[in-house]
């Protein structure tokens, strides 16, 4: 009880909390979209925790504002780079970077379904852990302009940030302690983002060979 009072008395005010805490939220998802390695997801979880916990009514209203514009920024300033680098001669390393994190498999699969499914293609891309950067090479290859781009990536940072805010406010309901709720979202939104590869492991795995009764030698 005593650690927890001398925690709650170190504990800086919300309102010092929110002057340091969205722009750092809107920094850190921005730079996560351009440089796909921080785990923004997580991020906008463990901030709608603390959110939910502020008595600040609109607090989890600047969250998800937050960090939508922030996805929607980065998207569009990596777009317009990996333009850019297609319209080079000797390309750019924004364009390797992307080609890098696409594989051949994964972009023939987005190449398909954009050019099936169109827009809303960008939507589940932003929904599906590392789904974003084959469509948006897809998108890239496909000669999208970046108004096109922006306006079906639009709705998908929107779902994006509402999705993982959802964890948040859930993990930060399960639990009275914000640091719980946040570490709840973490470890949820690390078990989503780890599940499809564990998954492509296990279908890429062959069947162990049968050994039936008298195949053995005689």
Do not use: K
């Not at 997580?42 to 709608?48: E, G």
């Not at 922030?70 to 850019?84: E, P, Q």
């Not at 781009?149 to 964890?167: E, K």
């Not at 564990?198 to 049968?210: D, E, F, G, I, V």
Request: glycine content about 10%; proline content about 9%.
């Amino acid at each position: 009880m005593r650690l927890a009072a001398a925690v709650t008395t170190v504990a800086p005010p919300e309102s010092t909390q929110q002057a340091v805490g969205y722009p750092s939220l809107f920094l850190l998802v921005l730079i996560g979209a351009l440089v796909p390695v921080v785990p923004t997801g997580a991020l906008v979880s463990s901030a709608a925790v603390v959110a939910f916990h502020q008595s600040a009514p609109f607090s989890p209203v600047l969250v998800f504002v937050t960090a939508s514009v922030a996805a929607f920024c980065g998207d569009a300033a990596l777009y317009w780079l990996g333009r850019r680098g297609l319209g080079s001669r000797n390309g750019s390393r924004w364009l390797e970077a992307i080609r890098a994190r696409a594989t051949r498999d994964r972009l023939a699969q987005a190449q398909d379904r954009l050019a099936a499914h169109g827009v809303a293609v960008l939507v589940l891309s932003r929904l599906v852990p590392a789904g974003r950067i084959p469509v948006m090479l897809a998108c890239l290859l496909a000669r999208w302009p970046l108004g096109r781009f922006s306006r079906g990536n639009l709705p998908a940072c929107l779902a994006w940030a509402f999705t993982y805010q959802l964890i948040g406010v859930l993990g930060g309901s399960l639990f009275p302690e914000p640091w719980e709720g946040v570490l709840a979202a973490v470890l949820l939104t690390v078990a989503l983002g780890a599940a499809p590869g564990m998954w492509r492991r296990l279908r890429r795995t062959p069947p162990a060979p049968r050994h039936e009764p008298g195949s053995g030698p005689g």
